[in-house]
């Protein structure tokens, strides 16, 4: 009834929820955009399929109608599989025929009741909008953080308003019902999960843009994808997270981070206002005299101020001559230290430290290619650890002026369309028939190299498409014909292909502030957290580094990698973390400049020199 497959398949979602936006321009799931709950997009689905191969839900109505309602469109392989390499097609085709069996078999369609409560609730968002259904439910019980067991919430609520949001705190409040919080309804770490209520935001979609102030005013659903396209309508960009994370929540949790915050910052730097609703139910402002002061830091776990259903946050203005470069480098010191002199000298905009895996990936569209073309890169090339940089023409030139080997913007598309070959045999000979005392990636990058790399990799969209399952060549082929695909400045500004980083699995990144100027400090973590991961035979890998306030600071993520459905992989990564937490608590306590997100986790909105000059 399950086949193995299926089942495994619709295990290993990892609830990033890019099926939620249309970030590849094929359109979105046509019953998640009218019903919203998470359970009519993919994800959900997945969710669903793998809760009834073990049993925990019935055949419910809600169950029916969300088996109906999808028509197959196969927008969810695309999509997926650009960012996973999963194919979910075959999941959404095994629940509809499951269903389908069930009723053809006369099982019976459990009816679930409604009760006071639930009625209280509708009354207040309308009828559609609050379920206790159990397959809506499971799909807000769960997430792939291994060390969090499933909760079941009694209901399910999706607000519109902020009035509708005071109203749902009080009613909570008053019937001590506990509630939780979803920004896309996603969730990878395992704290917003409820027994009682969850809130999800995804109807709360407005973005206001003030060119004049060079604002913009979103509310809690609205994604970092959706705000991202909306600001560049009108020639500017943000400093955003990833493409399907909400820009409200992520301001509130961790706080607003990318390569961009080598220029634009971090934390209360990215926004002007925010409007929260209390946790009595009080709406108020943070410019307003009597708010709460979320914008200092205490060195601990803290909940956050409210519900945040307003955000005033920073545009940046683009121009029209920027370009994203590549700068590799064999060793990590030397990409630490260039990435560090670009900050003090405000050189360029976005700026990231790396490495291999990071770059392969990125560049990669299947997964298979992505573990040749890191042996390409890294052995053959030579090219350890590369550093990121957009810039204006000006930044552009500097740059150049201050390392000889640089990737630019045509030299990265012929690479990327000709990334097959750069694994072949042909190229590997190539290389090793070069005899230097130079990395073979200084002589073979070079600008007298292009016309024998362009035979070589006989760049072209058909070319890059070969990498991937025949049935989807013809969709990459015109994926890759659209100039964005392979433009530097484009993905990284959209953060696109970084969600490929879990391709292989589910990704546990830690993240830590770190001094810039002292390489050994942030070399001690990275081979600190690879020692524990090693340990504990755990995938692990280095992720990336961002310089902060003109390099004097810098933002770390060193990432472990797991199956999030293996039991014996959630047992490894809570040994781990046993080792982790003392290890870096350590560090915190010995080293200023260093500081462990998990602090700052809920305080997003602080000033971040509150946290790192402290």
């Not at 961790?254 to 002007?272: P, Q």
């Not at 709460?292 to 803290?302: A, D, Q």
């Not at 755990?538 to 600071?553: E, H």
């Amino acid at each position: 009834m399950f086949p193995a497959e299926v089942k495994q398949m619709a295990a290993q979602c990892r609830h990033y929820a890019m099926c939620k936006i249309d970030f590849l321009g094929t359109g979105l799931c046509a019953s998640g955009e009218e019903r919203h709950y998470v359970s009519y997009f993919p994800q959900g689905r997945m969710d669903i399929y793998d809760a009834l191969s073990k049993s925990l839900i019935p055949l419910t109505q809600g169950l029916v109608d969300i088996a109906d309602s999808c028509d197959l469109c196969g927008i969810c392989d695309r999509q997926c599989h650009f960012v996973t390499g999963m194919r979910p097609l075959q999941v959404m085709k095994a629940l509809k025929e499951y269903v389908q069996n069930q009723l053809s078999e006369g099982k019976e369609v459990q009816r679930i009741e409604s009760d006071p409560m639930l009625e209280s609730l509708r009354e207040i968002v309308g009828p559609q909008w609050a379920t206790n259904d159990p397959a809506i439910l499971v799909t807000y019980a769960n997430d792939p953080f291994p060390l969090a067991d499933m909760r079941m919430p009694r209901f399910v609520v999706l607000p519109r308003t902020t009035g509708e949001v005071v109203a749902i705190v009080r009613f909570a409040l008053s019937h001590g019902i506990p509630y939780v919080v979803r920004g896309n309804g996603g969730s990878v770490f395992g704290f917003v999960f409820s027994d009682g209520l969850v809130m999800d935001m995804h109807r709360m979609k407005g973005i206001e843009i003030d060119p004049e102030n060079w604002t913009a005013l979103v509310e809690p659903g609205v994604t970092s994808f959706e705000l991202q396209q909306e600001a560049v309508k009108h020639g500017f960009r943000v400093n955003t997270a990833e493409p399907a994370a909400t820009v409200c929540g992520n301001i509130i949790c961790t706080g607003l981070f990318s390569t961009w915050s080598n220029a634009y910052g971090v934390n209360a730097d990215t926004f002007v206002d925010m409007e929260f609703v209390g946790h009595q139910g009080e709406v108020f402002r943070l410019s307003e005299r009597t708010a709460p002061n979320v914008f200092c830091f205490e060195n601990k776990t803290l909940s956050p101020p409210g519900i945040c259903t307003q955000a005033l946050v920073r545009l940046h203005p683009m121009t029209d001559d920027e370009e994203g470069l590549i700068v590799p480098f064999s060793d990590f010191a030397e990409a630490v230290a260039f990435a560090q002199d670009l900050g003090r000298r405000r050189i360029g905009l976005a700026v990231g430290v790396l490495g291999g895996h990071y770059l392969s990936t990125f560049m990669s569209p299947a997964a298979d290619l992505d573990e040749r073309i890191r042996h390409s890169l890294s052995d053959v090339l030579g090219i350890k650890y590369v550093v990121f940089v957009v810039g204006d023409r000006f930044a552009r030139d500097a740059v150049k002026s201050m390392r000889e080997t640089v990737i630019d913007s045509v030299l990265f598309r012929m690479l990327m369309l000709g990334l097959p070959r750069l694994a072949e045999r042909e190229w590997v000979d190539l290389v090793s028939g070069m005899e230097s005392d130079q990395p073979p990636y200084e002589i073979l990058l070079g600008e007298e190299m292009r016309p024998v790399l362009d035979a070589v990799l006989r760049p072209s969209p058909e070319g890059a498409a070969e990498a991937v399952d025949e049935d989807l060549r013809d969709f990459y082929t015109h994926l890759y014909r659209r100039p964005e695909m392979t433009d530097m400045l484009w993905l990284n500004m959209f953060r696109i292909v970084s969600s490929r980083m879990s391709r292989h699995k589910h990704m546990f990144a830690f993240l830590v502030y770190v001094p810039m100027d002292r390489v050994e400090v942030i070399q001690n973590i990275c081979s600190g957290l690879k020692r524990i991961a090693d340990k504990y035979a755990i995938s692990n890998d280095y992720g990336f580094l961002t310089p902060l306030d003109l390099g004097k600071r810098g933002i770390l993520e060193y990432d472990y990698y797991i199956d999030h459905w293996d039991k014996a992989e959630g047992e490894k990564i809570r040994k781990a973390m046993l080792e982790v937490e003392p290890f870096l608590d350590g560090l915190i306590a010995t080293t200023k400049g260093v500081k462990w997100l998990k602090y700052i986790f809920a305080q997003g909105c602080a000033r971040k020199e509150a946290f790192l000059y402290i």
